[in-house]
């Protein structure tokens, strides 16, 4: 059974930076795509940064464009994203997940998803 643990989330300051971790269980890195997308109170869910399983090749939303970077190293089973600088505007709550998409960063193309971590970016 598939299973994504996500981690890494918390409280940081303005400029801060974060890095969550998905270890994901009952399948290989290699023929899933993953995406870390995020949902604030309010809003609908977002696709932060997604890559995929083949080529590596990355999405990342414009608002997180040279602040964020995800990675994963299919040895661990692992994905990251990396969070610098950090605004308020990023405070939500962010999700793993893991598909075979037809669009990359589609939330509606992923159905296998992590229990999500909050992020909170605040002074």
């Known amino acids: 059974q598939l299973q994504l643990v996500e981690s890494g989330g918390g409280l940081v300051q303005p400029g801060g930076s974060l890095r969550l971790s998905c270890v994901v269980s009952?399948?290989?890195?290699?023929?899933?795509?993953t995406g870390w997308f995020r949902q604030a109170p309010g809003k609908e869910r977002e696709g932060v940064s997604c890559?995929?399983?083949?080529?590596?090749?990355?999405y990342y939303v414009d608002s997180v464009k040279g602040r964020f970077t995800i990675s994963r190293d299919n040895a661990k089973n692992t994905v990251y994203l990396q969070m610098n600088n950090l605004k308020p505007e990023d405070t939500a709550v962010y999700y793993c997940?893991?598909?075979?998409?037809?669009?990359?960063?589609?939330?509606?193309?992923?159905?296998?998803w992590g229990q999500g971590t909050q992020v909170t970016v605040s002074s």
């Open positions: 009952g399948s290989t890195l290699d023929n899933l795509a």
């Open positions: 997940a893991v598909d075979r998409p037809h669009r990359l960063c589609s939330v509606f193309d992923y159905e296998t």
């Open positions: 890559i995929s399983r083949s080529n590596g090749r990355t």
